[in-house]
């Protein structure tokens, strides 16, 4: 009782303005959390990425070099995306060393975003308007489709994006620089985002610069940059032989030279590639249009355009869509582009827009509230499925090399060795299937289930179990668990 009362009492303390902040934040995360740990446990995860982000923390939780064997025999992660920041989520696996940490782990920091962009749109003016604002921002179809895809590095750009923008916009340079060193963490990309950081600085002054206001911007825009150079030309291709595989641009050349030589020779095709084809233009305005097209009044969006360029100028068709976790940051960007552009409208177009603002912002709401519950029935409607996965499972023991399709990879990286097929050459025991999953586009080799089912059988496998469209095959010399070979940890 007496707790109760003290609790009761600190919260009465609380102004208006952090008890809103921790109301959201505490409502994104058993809205995100709740939608993920739903997914582990219909098993509708998948290996890439959820078991590829569990293997890379786990070993960092036990101090190792991050191995995946999801991506090939001792492939360091670091050989395919420099995400260091990601080590911050291995405390959780001393407390709960499950796959399942990984989906808390990213519900508290996307939730966090929630705290420097209300600091931000505060600041542009609060109100219920506002306050409607932001929960439509936190529950938007972009962050909703980042907490979807199970785990990704970018969660953790969306609230250091926010803190940037918000040390940006308050002309606050220690933490604007330690925003932007924590988001060269994040991922290689993000060096180019510094760097436009930086520009933004420097061009848009709320004030004369000054000496100091130079130092900062230029001193941005070269950390960005040489952030960038070095870890792709230098960090990644160490860890990985075939050097920086993420160079998809055929359209201006091969590789970072041809791609930079081709897009200065053609401008006018980098113009038109960022909106063709039409999957291109639907991605812009289904950012834009909830927006109000806001932020194209504010000079904040243009830190949403390398991330955008990044993606629209690539061959690789599922960085064009709305799906995936590639739209939440440009998101987040976006919104907080919108209230400033918002703030920088006539006084009398503003006035008309706050009533259409509202309206807006009401849909924005209730359609990502929708996609949530969309999401949640489209998972349940697995559930036919879920008996015989546990099944297939039950025939694979813990401690044994297995080769899984990518749907159910996840499942066994708490247990086993695990690899999807026709990346590894080392042994294995089991083959998991699933004949209904359509290849996954995660490997050089895109095995289908065919494939890889002949394969084994000329292996010498034999099928153990078969239930609907699910499979496991055993091989021939199969003599039982072995955790130093195919545990979790093996390399």
């Not at 009761?8 to 959201?24: I, K, N, P, Q, S």
């Not at 909703?144 to 002309?171: G, M």
């Not at 000496?211 to 792709?232: E, K, M, N, P, R």
């Not at 976006?334 to 009401?362: N, Q």
Request: charged share 15%.
């Amino acid at each position: 009782m007496e707790l109760r009362n003290s609790l009761r009492t600190w919260w009465r303390r609380r102004d208006d303005d952090a008890r809103f902040t921790g109301v959201l934040f505490l409502v994104c995360v058993i809205v995100f959390a709740g939608y993920g740990l739903m997914r582990v446990h219909l098993l509708r995860c998948n290996g890439y990425d959820l078991g590829i982000f569990d293997q890379a923390v786990r070993r960092y939780a036990h101090f190792q070099a991050p191995i995946v064997t999801l991506k090939g025999d001792n492939f360091n992660i670091f050989g395919d995306h420099f995400h260091p920041i990601i080590a911050l989520w291995a405390p959780l696996y001393w407390i709960w060393d499950n796959v399942a940490s990984l989906i808390v782990g990213q519900a508290l920091v996307v939730a966090a975003t929630a705290f420097p962009a209300w600091r931000f749109i505060r600041r542009h003016g609060g109100g219920r308007v506002a306050k409607a604002f932001l929960a439509a921002v936190m529950l938007g179809w972009p962050v909703v489709a980042l907490i979807s895809f199970d785990v990704h590095e970018v969660a953790f750009a969306l609230p250091l994006l926010a803190w940037a923008i918000d040390a940006l916009d308050r002309r606050a340079t220690v933490v604007l620089f330690i925003s932007c060193v924590l988001l060269l963490l994040v991922r290689e990309d993000m060096g180019v985002v510094v760097a436009v950081i930086g520009l933004v600085w420097l061009a848009w002054p709320r004030r004369r610069r000054t000496v100091a206001d130079w130092a900062a911007g230029i001193g941005l825009l070269l950390l960005g940059f040489a952030a960038f150079v070095f870890v792709t030309v230098v960090v990644i291709p160490h860890f990985a032989p075939d050097g920086y595989q993420y160079w998809a641009y055929s359209e201006f050349g091969s590789g970072a030279s041809g791609a930079f030589v081709g897009a200065l020779e053609a401008p006018w095709k980098v113009l038109w590639l960022l909106f063709w084809p039409p999957a291109k233009t639907l991605t812009w305005l289904a950012l834009l249009i909830p927006l109000a097209l806001l932020p194209l009044r504010s000079p904040y969006a243009l830190i949403a355009l390398p991330i955008m360029a990044e993606r629209m100028l690539a061959t690789r068709t599922n960085l064009w869509g709305l799906w995936y976790h590639y739209n939440a940051p440009v998101w987040i960007i976006l919104a907080l582009a919108a209230v400033d552009g918002y703030g920088r409208l006539p006084e009398r177009w503003r006035a008309k827009l706050r009533v259409r603002a509202l309206a807006l912002t009401v849909v924005d709401l209730a359609v990502g509230v929708a996609v949530v519950v969309s999401l949640v029935v489209v998972q349940c409607l697995g559930l036919p499925s879920l008996a015989a996965r546990r099944a297939a499972m039950a025939y694979v023991p813990a401690d044994t090399c297995v080769v899984s399709v990518n749907q159910m990879a996840d499942a066994f990286v708490r247990t086993n060795r695990v690899s999807v097929p026709g990346i590894s050459q080392q042994r294995a025991d089991f083959y998991v299937l699933d004949w209904a999953a359509s290849p996954p586009s995660v490997t050089s080799l895109d095995w289908t289930a065919q494939q890889a089912h002949d394969y084994a059988i000329s292996q010498g496998f034999a099928v153990v179990f078969q239930s609907g469209t699910l499979e496991v095959l055993q091989a021939a010399d199969y003599t039982g668990p072995d955790v130093t070979t195919c545990g979790p940890d093996a390399p």
